[in-house]
């Protein structure tokens, strides 16, 4: 279920608006690894305290 809903946000940026998708990546390729690595775990780190506090 949470990878369909990862679709699907990730299919309305698309097909709403490509252009800003495509300056995400422009933005993405342009930052440091290392920053990339600490919004991901970042990420990580949310969406798990989500999914815990809401079937909690």
Do not use: C, K, Y
């Amino acid at each position: 279920m949470a990878i369909g809903l990862v679709l699907v946000i990730e299919g309305l940026i698309w097909a709403l608006a490509p252009r800003f998708g495509r300056r995400l990546l422009e933005a993405a390729s342009d930052t440091p690894e290392q920053s990339l690595r600490l919004a991901g775990t970042f990420a990580v780190a949310v969406g798990v305290l989500l999914v815990w506090l809401i079937r909690g």
